[in-house]
Each structure stands twice: as C-alpha cells, then as structure tokens.
C-alpha cells in the first residue's frame, strides 16, 4: 500500500502541474495570440468544461476500468494536450488542445479522490492534495523560467508537457499493484459502489449544501490563480515576471498548508479545518484592502493560498462518513462536477466585471464569494454534523 501511495502521490504531482500555467502565462500569451486579456476566461471554461464532463461520467468509467488504468489513461491525455498546446500559434489551436486537458483531469480527480478517502486516513488527503500543490508551485516557477530564457510562453507548456509524459510511464509500471490492492479487498454488500442518478444524490441530506460549498471554494481557488497575476500587472504595477512568481507563492500556500494539514487532521476534525481555512482566505483577502506597499502584497496571497489547503480535501475525505461508502464515488463526482462548474463560469464572470468595471474589484469578488461558502457551510453542517474531536 505504501508504494501505491507513493505513485498516486506523484499523480497529483501531474495533476497539479498543468493547473496553474495558464494564469502564470496569460499576461504573456494574450497579446501573441492576439485576443483581449479576458479572453482567458474563454479558455479557462474549455478546461473546466471537460473536467464537468468528464467528472459526472468519471463513476461508470472508473468502475468500469478501474481507479489505475483511469489514471493512467489520463495521465496521458493531459500530457498529450500540453505538448499540442506548446505548439499552438492561435487561440483557436489553444481552445481545441484545452478540450483534453479538461476531460483528462476530471476523472483521474475523482478516482485518486474516492480511493485515497476508502483506503487511507485524512491526514494522507491533506499531504495528497499537498503534492497537487507542489505541481501547481512548480508549474508558474517553469514558466517564468520558459519567459526568460526563450522570452516565449510555450516553453513552458512543452517542458511541463515532457514532466507528464515521465509520469505515464511510471504509471503504465504501476498497474499491477492497483490491481493487486484491488483483488486483496474483502467485498460486502455495503461497500459495493453503487452509481446513482444526479437527482437522487442532490436529495441526500447535505447534498445540495456542500456542492455549492465546492462550487464557491473552487471558484475562489481558480479565480485567484487565473487573475491574481493580471490584477497584480494592471491594478497594482507589478511586472508579469514578477507577478507570475507572487503568485507562486499562492500556490505554495496551498501546498505547505496541505502538509501542515496533514498533521492538524490527526487533532482536528474536517470542520475545524474547514472553518480555520475560511477565516485564513479572509485574512488574505483583507490583506489585498490594505493600502501597503506593493513588494508586501505577496503575504496576501501567501495567506489566500494557506486558506485555501484545508478545505478542499476535509471535505473530500468526509464524503463516504457523510453519504455513505456504496456512494462515495458517485457522489466524489458530481461534487468534482460542480466545483469544476465553479471553475467554469466563476472566474469569466470575474474576467467580464473587470473588464466592464475594474480589476481592482479582485479582492471585493474573492470576499462576496467566501461569505456565500461561510453561509452554505454552516447550512451544511446543521444537516451533518460528524465533528466529535476538538482541540
């Protein structure tokens, strides 16, 4: 089983990596490509629009052909799309190669999810979703190298591409303990997994309260790294170099945050958590109000990012303790479903205001939208409440 972890510990690595690029990248791309700044929002809702897709089919599909072939099928797929995006010259090229990037990410999401969640505890969902972070650390440091060695956005894509391609083949190695793991389960009735209708997993107690939870989590988390750089270059007068490093540090927030997660969890019930990383988006964000110097704006992201760790994955891992185990896979993708939803249209909404109103909306937008998660989180743990451990 350790092993196992290890290798899908490094597909979240590969998971992680293509996340950020374009953020990091746009303030570099859009005028190459010749469109507006927010036409990033266009592409952004291809990606997540696969990742819809492919996530509410991801139940039939893994049961189908199992959590390690998923993964590495889509593994594959996602490397593929990079390369095709490194060689792209038009945003037309770059719409079409985000397609499979989308569809490719939405599945291995909700099978490495569900499977951590079944088999491990939640300490090693925190440290799981932490090596997403260190992909998506690494992925705005590349870039920044690909701009200033070659002074072109597509270096980028093609080294991060090559990194994708590396982990398939540690993946196609990897098969035969997946199905090794597999074939050692004890099955009985209740842990059967079970693909219900969407309309009859939204009727579970909880069920409409924490998809909209991931809907606004994952709509701040995308929001922040699509067009934290672009805020940064346009509002606050940071150079793109720059601004694509700060928002590294967004994501390294995300990513230390998820490993001293991992340690809190062992203490901390997912609520605590939850709410501990709510009040840190906030902190962030409050950060951003204050009229400091620019050079100290990265301590906003830094705790934007910090905020974010513990959510996503607390509310993962709780998701066969509150809907049950025969469950958790359908409803791990309809939940991966909606928040990629929030991925989708959140951050255009955001691309449309700013361009219609001003940028220097950025941190009012990441507010509105972490008061209506507080809200929705409250609703959800008055319907479930399986916090038992406290400080």
């Known amino acids: 089983m350790f092993l196992l972890l290890i290798i899908i510990y490094l597909s979240f690595i590969s998971l992680g990596l293509p996340d950020s690029l374009l953020g990091s990248a746009w303030p570099s791309m859009y005028g190459d490509l010749g469109v507006s700044i927010f036409s990033a929002g266009i592409v952004s809702m291809i ?26 099928l889509s593994v594959a797929i996602t490397a593929a ?3 095709c995006i490194s060689i792209s010259n038009s945003f037309a090229l770059l719409c079409l190669f985000s397609v499979p990037l989308g569809l490719g990410a939405g599945v291995v999401d909700a099978a490495l999810n569900n499977f951590v969640a079944l088999h491990y505890k939640a300490n090693h969902m925190s440290w799981l979703h932490c090596f997403w972070g260190v992909g998506a650390s690494i992925g705005p440091f590349i870039m920044s190298y690909g701009l200033v060695q070659t002074q072109s956005w597509n270096a980028g894509y093609r080294i991060i591409g090559i990194i994708q391609f590396i982990l398939t083949a540690i993946l196609f190695l990897s098969l035969p303990l997946w199905k090794r793991i597999k074939s050692s389960e004890s099955v009985d009735e209740i842990s059967v ?24 989590y994952c709509g701040i988390e995308m929001t922040i790294g699509l067009w934290g750089s672009s805020y940064l270059v346009t509002v606050r007068g940071v150079s793109a170099i720059t601004a694509a490093s700060w928002i590294s540090l967004y994501y390294f927030g995300i990513t230390f945050g998820r490993l001293l997660s991992g340690f809190l969890s062992i203490k901390l019930c997912h609520k605590r958590m939850v709410q501990i990383g709510q009040i840190l988006i906030g ?3 409050v950060v951003l109000f204050l009229p400091i110097k620019v050079n100290l704006l990265f301590t906003g992201f830094f705790l934007l ?25 359908s409803m791990i993708g309809v939940q991966m479903a909606c928040a990629y939803t929030g991925t989708t249209f959140i951050p255009p909404l955001f691309g449309i205001l700013g361009s219609k109103l001003s940028y220097g909306i950025f941190p ?8 209506i998660m507080i809200f929705m ?8 409440d399986n916090c038992n451990i406290v400080l």
């Open 81 to 83: 799309s990079l390369i």
């Open 364 to 371: 009012f937008f990441v507010v509105l939208l972490l008061l």
């Open 47 to 72: 990606i997540s629009g696969g990742t819809i897709i492919s996530g509410l089919l991801s139940g039939r599909v893994i049961n189908r052909l199992g959590a390690g072939a998923v993964t590495f």
């Open 377 to 384: 989180t409250v609703l959800l743990y008055k319907k479930i």
């Open 305 to 329: 990012g910090l905020g974010c760790a513990p959510i996503y994955p607390s509310l993962i891992h709780e998701t066969p303790i509150n809907f049950g185990v025969r469950y958790s896979q």
């Open 193 to 216: 997994p079970q693909v219900l209708p969407i309309r009859k997993l939204i009727m579970l107690p909880g069920a409409k309260q924490v998809l909209t939870v991931f809907f606004c």
């Open 283 to 285: 902190a962030g964000a």
